[in-house]
């Protein structure tokens, strides 16, 4: 296995699989700042960023492309919300793992989001504990889905 510059390799790298692969990530976000954030919290810890995009339109299409483990997604955003790409993008693959942040933590709000297939959200304003702790858990939370499956 080459070793890259730009992983960190630990015994047991937090962005990496039981396979000991890193875990592929489609980070979605229209405010930059946000989205540089999240990218960079993510690849310090092994996971693999597959590429980041701004509105919805482009998570779609984005997804259809590089197929990643997980999304990370912003609610609000132009062209295309959160909330719609979310939908078409399980529409056509139901097992999507999407996390969506937003900066609403209404009841309504998550409600609708986990309604649409969400696998969890992220209040805004995010930090490196936030998406790192929420990715686990989602993480954790589909291996013991898998397990019950039989996968």
Avoid: F
Wanted: hydrophobic residues 35%; charged residues 30%; aromatic residues 4%.
């Amino acid at each position: 296995m080459s070793k890259s510059p730009s992983i960190p390799r630990t015994k047991n790298p937090e962005g990496y699989d039981e396979h000991g692969k890193p875990v592929r990530v489609l980070v979605i976000d229209d405010e930059l700042l946000t989205r540089r954030l999240v990218v960079q919290v993510l690849r310090s810890v092994g996971y693999d960023v597959v590429t980041e995009g701004e509105n919805g339109r482009v998570a779609v299409q984005l997804y259809d492309k590089y197929k990643p483990d997980i999304v990370t997604m912003d609610v609000r955003m132009p062209v295309l919300g959160g909330l719609e790409a979310l939908k078409e993008i399980k529409k056509k693959h139901q097992n999507a793992t999407i996390v969506m942040l937003t900066n609403e933590n209404s009841k309504d709000t998550v409600k609708e989001l986990i309604l649409a297939g969400a696998s969890g959200y992220i209040v805004k304003p995010v930090d490196r504990t936030l998406v790192l702790d929420k990715l686990k858990e989602v993480r954790s939370r589909i291996r013991a889905e898998e397990d019950e499956n039989g996968h």
